[in-house]
């Protein structure tokens, strides 16, 4: 069985393109020409030398002392927090403005949620030189305001979304719209693994840089390129893709993604899609969804902006229902005292969702000799304010 992408940009089920008339130029065009892009030896040199040079790979593997005696196993730490901009986003970015720039587009557009994404693409357009518009939903715009700054000093339009809940789901539909009406100079840069074919595909292997160096640094460190187990967040589930990439046909690798559950996954306030979620289509591709009855989006809930996406990429959703993966949750409370116990044992703050992939170890049983590498997507910077008010609260 393979887990990648099949020619019709399937995973089993899950996947396709499922997108307006109007937007098949786009998509059409993306979809013919990436690959033969992506895979040429000049693209290749220019993308791993500022992965190196711009973006600081590769990232380290930290081997966690204190985090091994506590759970029992050996326990590594993927720092894509140490990455330029402060997460694996990047990754992507790079990827994708070095595609766009060979496809001859001029005018990027990008939407985001939290801003980091959006930071991340206006981070690679200043470097270009390329117009960028960033959709961003009016409640995100104001509850985010130190990313809307940046995005704006690296000389992004941000444009706020004022129809729906003004959040992620609204600014990703205005952002489609925006592509639709400049389908000649435009390239839309989508932040996750979900989307039309061929963007699942694509940014996942723009994020398997994550996973070919583990393999290189643990054949370094243990001697063995495979570890017993890979652990990683998933919102729409591209650090969780990387990560999991160059493993996926290993069996012996154990693969486990961890999906927020917020206040707890029967109070309704929560993002943990696999348990919730039903076959839908949303974006451009069918996957599992959470949805009522009658398929209307239910709003995800989640401590960490990063992670309430309703729904999951197509490779995750497949993952999932092969049993490729392992996928549990964690509540707000469990990922606090994660990202407290790995401030105090590591000198480490993680980022609220990359404290979900932590948090994960309390509820899962190792034994001594197992290799287990945890994905610290981003760093906790952007979290502060959540961070020290419970901290307060706490004591
Ligand atoms: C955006 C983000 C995520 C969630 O996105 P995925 O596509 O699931 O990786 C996770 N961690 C960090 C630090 C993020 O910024």
Redesign the pocket.
Known sequence: MSYHVDQNGYYGRFGGAFIPEMMYPNVDELRNRYLEIIESEEFRKEYTDLLRDYVGRPSPLYFSNRLSQQYGAQIYLKR??LNHT????INNTVGQILLAKRLGKHRIIAET??G??GVATATVCSREGLQCIVYMGALDVSRQAPNVEKMKMLGAEVRPVYSGNQTLKDATNEAIRDWINHPEDTHYII???VGPHPYPDMVARFQAIISQEMRQQLKEKTGFELPNAVI??????????GAFYHFLDDKAVKLIAVEAAGKGIDTGESAATTALGKTGVLHGSKSLLMQTEDGQIIEPYSI?A??D?PGI?PMHANLYETGRAQFMSVTDEETLEAAYNLTEKEGIIP?L??AHALAALEKLKFTSGEVVVVNI???GDKDMETYLKHFHAKQ
């Open positions: 894509e927090d402060g997460s694996h986003k949620g939290a980091q994404h932040g996750s693994v990683a967040c998933v919102g729409g589930g591209s650090n969780a893709a960490s990063g992670l996406y990429g980022a969702e990359s997507s981003g760093r």
